[in-house]
């Protein structure tokens, strides 16, 4: 990671820089006292950066053990502070959230989402409130997400059919690529009107090439930068990152002008009417965002726009959605106990005669538990989009000036001994509901537990993701017993962690799949 890399002789320029820097404030600088949050001694100019190490969501955690819910910190040039503490979460999210909604424009939101031209990185402000009304009144709602309902069953029986291809060969199932393969085509058929793996796809060449764009974006997204908090790192980018987001964003930019051109193309071929069709069926989230007017009277959205629409929307789609559904396996794999407890929910509610439908989904009270408890544990992200201050403004009396990155630790907060107890077990049924009645996934009204965030900037995507997750485990758990591969235990199946704008484990998982219904069932 960029953030480890220091050299010496940069460290000690920087330092009398620094020296040089806080005495001239020290005698010329205002002198009125104000109190900053609590956090760890920082040396000049580099302040807090190398207490963070590879796992930087542990160790702000591991500060708020010892200074408090809330702590400061300074990264480089920048006030930073982090969070692992509902009350406090709750104060920056909902009493706060108009001071604390905005985002910082760092330089990976800048090269790889237009200029921060999106909806996810884009700071407060009406361009951001623009994208966001357009994907909550054209793109996310109700109506468009059941019009997709049709593409997410033939997926879901695709899942089903692949993973049973491998179990009759006794192949061992790689379930990271399984489930990112269900995510990305559900999204891009949605998106994009194409699914990218499987029979009848987009084809290998161009899915390798999505994915591979994808991927590098993602670690370009999740990256600690130091250029973002060491402007003068920029002058030596010793690993070339900025070079390598210039690269990335050509590439990803010469993707999405393809398919804006095929749209056109197909477009025009149809001699479709794309003006005013907000609700056709067989509008993908590209034709509706080609028929939607463009700002001050013009005809349509510049390119520019729905580009970075498009991007937000896979960016915060797949990997989030990928990710839980593999933690989520690897911890039922691990425990086999809940394994059966969750089949014996899914013959009771839908039997051995058919496959699962979305609408058993809020009927598996057992299984939104698994989920509820895979989010405390593994959150997609360790921290929330980071978010930033607007203006100076105060929290618990302590002083927090305006332009604050604030690390909202997700992570940290399912694991906070003070709210869970037990934290490393897996324990779905910490989460069951005595009265029975439907256990959320979405959300929770003592912030405990906060997959989605909240507020302003909670994400929009929410019910669709809660679909893909559920679905996904529900027909993978309703057709299929699953154990390690060969010579492993259950509790050998590793649950460690890489940081990243999501979180995967660190290996893949693998896994054997074994049909639990009959044969008739899977074709
Ligand atoms: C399991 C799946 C998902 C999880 C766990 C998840 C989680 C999150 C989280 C934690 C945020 C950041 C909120 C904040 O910074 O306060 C976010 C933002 C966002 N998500 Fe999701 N998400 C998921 C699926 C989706 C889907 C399916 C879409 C759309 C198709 C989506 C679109 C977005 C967008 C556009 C934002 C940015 C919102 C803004 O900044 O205004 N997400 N999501």
């Not at 194409?194 to 590098?216: C, D, L, N, R, V």
């Not at 037990?422 to 979405?442: A, C, K, T, Y």
Request: proline letters at 7%; one cysteine or more.
């Amino acid at each position: 990671m960029d953030l480890h890399t220091s050299p010496v002789s940069f460290i000690i320029a920087a330092t009398i820089a620094s020296i040089i820097y806080q005495l001239v404030k020290w005698r010329f600088g205002p002198k009125t006292e104000q109190v900053f949050p609590p956090g760890p001694a920082r040396l000049p100019v580099l302040g807090n950066l190398l207490q963070l190490g590879p796992l930087p969501h542990r160790d702000m955690a591991s500060l708020c053990d010892k200074y408090g819910p809330l702590v400061y910190l300074r990264l480089g040039s920048i006030d930073a502070i982090t969070t692992n503490d509902p009350y406090i979460i709750r104060e920056i999210l909902i009493r706060q959230d108009d001071v604390f909604a905005s985002r910082p424009r760092t330089l990976a939101a800048v090269h790889l989402a237009y200029g921060c031209g999106d909806v996810a990185l884009a700071p407060l402000g009406p361009q951001w409130k623009r994208m966001r009304r357009i994907c909550m009144e054209h793109l996310l709602t109700t109506k468009r997400l059941e019009s997709f309902a049709k593409h997410r069953a033939d997926e879901a029986q695709h899942l089903v059919q692949d993973v049973w291809a491998m179990a009759q060969t006794g192949k061992v199932v790689n379930l990271r690529e399984v489930l990112g393969g269900w995510s990305m085509n559900n999204v891009t058929r949605m998106l994009l009107g194409k699914q990218y793996f499987g029979a009848g796809s987009a084809g290998p060449q161009e899915a390798m090439e999505f994915m591979h764009i994808t991927h590098e974006l993602f670690w370009l997204l999740g990256l600690i930068y130091l250029g973002d908090y060491l402007p003068i790192w920029r002058w030596v980018d010793p690993y070339g990152c900025e070079k390598k987001m210039r690269e990335v964003e050509k590439r990803v930019d010469d993707f999405h002008t393809k398919i804006l051109e095929e749209h056109r193309r197909v477009s025009e071929e149809k001699s479709k009417p794309t003006g005013g069709e907000e609700d056709g069926a067989e509008m993908d989230f590209v034709d509706v965002l080609l028929s939607l007017p463009g700002e001050d009277g013009k005809k349509h959205m510049e390119d520019v726009e729905i580009k970075a629409l498009i991007q937000d929307m896979i960016a915060a789609a797949t990997d989030t959605s990928a990710v839980t559904n593999e933690w989520a396996m690897a911890e039922v794999i691990k425990h086999p106990r809940i394994l059966c407890k969750i089949q014996e929910e899914l013959d009771l509610v839908v039997g051995q005669h058919r496959m699962v439908n979305e609408s058993d989904l809020p009927h598996l009270n057992y299984l939104r538990c698994v989920v509820r408890e895979t989010f405390r544990m593994h959150p997609a992200g360790p921290f929330l989009i980071p978010h930033e201050s607007l203006r100076a403004t105060w929290i618990n009396g302590y002083y927090i000036p305006a332009k604050t990155r604030v690390f909202i630790n997700t992570h940290g907060l399912g694991r906070n001994t003070k709210l869970w107890d037990n934290v490393e077990e897996f324990r779905p049924e910490r989460h069951w509901l005595d009265d029975g009645s439907r256990v959320e996934i979405s959300h929770g009204v003592d912030f405990k537990i906060l997959p989605f965030s909240a507020g302003k900037r909670k994400c929009p995507g929410a019910p669709l993701g809660v679909t893909l997750v559920l679905m996904a485990l529900a027909r993978l758990f309703h057709c299929f017993n699953w154990t390690p591969p060969e010579g492993l235990r259950p509790e050998d199946i590793d649950t460690k962690e890489v940081y990243g704008m999501t979180m995967p484990k660190v290996l893949p998982l693998m896994a054997v799949a074994t049909p639990r219904l009959a044969n008739h069932m899977y074709h």
